[in-house]
């Protein structure tokens, strides 16, 4: 079982800046993809930006040249900088970790953090 804890969320207005953490515990592989997805409200989860233990990233077309996401395989834990926030870019943000075991695919997620930004 993996256990994900994310902090860094808040309330700032448009411009802004905010970095979300994500320490990820438990049995993690060594090869695994951690990432950011988000959900607003009456809309599905969609990706934010993933990044796997050997550092390729992808990011949402939204986001690309505002967002950065970093991580520290030492202490698995994936980072979002997140500047020159919008008001669209309110929602809940769920670290996610993806990994392989056998032949399956096990995803974990965290319990999200809200990222409110004011106009």
């Known amino acids: 079982q993996v256990h994900l804890v994310e902090s860094g969320g808040g309330l700032v207005q448009a411009g802004g800046s905010l970095r979300l953490s994500c320490a990820a515990s438990?049995?993690?592989?060594?090869?695994?993809?951690m990432g950011w997805y988000r959900q607003a409200p009456e809309t599905e989860r969609e990706l934010v930006a993933d990044?796997?233990?050997?550092?390729?990233?992808n990011y949402a077309d939204s986001v690309k040249g505002r967002f950065t996401i970093s991580r520290d395989n030492a202490k698995n834990t994936v980072y979002l900088q997140m500047n020159s926030l919008k008001p669209e870019d309110t929602a809940d943000y769920y670290c996610?970790?993806?990994?392989?075991?056998?032949?399956?695919?096990?995803?974990?997620w965290g319990q999200g953090t809200q990222v409110t930004v004011s106009s």
């Open positions: 996610n970790l993806l990994q392989v075991g056998g032949q399956h695919e096990y995803k974990y």
């Open positions: 990044i796997t233990t050997r550092g390729s990233i």
């Open positions: 438990g049995s993690i592989s060594r090869v695994n993809t």
